[in-house]
């Protein structure tokens, strides 16, 4: 199902996170302060502590893991849209620990940047609004 089509900016912006930031927080203002309202975003480097989710579908909640020592982040994908007229990301992120270990999960709050080299590709207009979907009690964008 396609909902919209974009076209891409000619411009790219491209950069790394500061060690001890809070990676999606980080990633959010960076947004904002480049008026990225829509776009995708990818990355990798690595996490000093992850807090992961897993959405619970039965019942409708997400369930938090923290992940409380250093992991490589070996891929984070994600995009950026609207949320209560501000820029919203939602990511998802794979991780590799020292025995090379995968684990993975959507990315919230309070993971902690060791070092992180990221890329953001805005549309270059018109934007998706994230609203509450009743089925799924996600915040989903609209149709
Ligand atoms: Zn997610």
């Not at 996170?17 to 829509?38: A, F, M, Q, R, S």
Request: net charge neutral; with cysteine; hydrophobic share 40%.
């Amino acid at each position: 199902m396609i909902l919209k089509t974009f076209n891409l900016k000619n411009e790219v912006i491209v950069g790394r996170l500061l060690k001890g930031k809070d990676l999606i927080l980080e990633l959010t203002k960076i947004c904002e302060e480049n008026n990225v309202v829509n776009g995708i975003i990818e990355g990798i480097g690595a996490l000093e502590y992850v807090t992961i989710g897993y959405y619970d579908q039965k019942n409708k909640e997400y369930i938090v893991n923290r992940i409380d020592k250093p992991m490589e982040v070996l891929s984070l994908k994600g995009n950026v849209s609207l949320k209560d007229n501000k820029p919203f990301i939602h990511a998802h992120i794979v991780l590799g620990d020292r025995k090379g270990q995968v684990f993975g999960g959507h990315l919230n709050e309070g993971s902690s940047v060791f070092a992180f080299e990221y890329c953001i590709i805005p549309f270059e207009k018109g934007f998706f609004v994230r609203e509450y979907d009743k089925e799924t009690s996600l915040y989903l964008w609209t149709m």
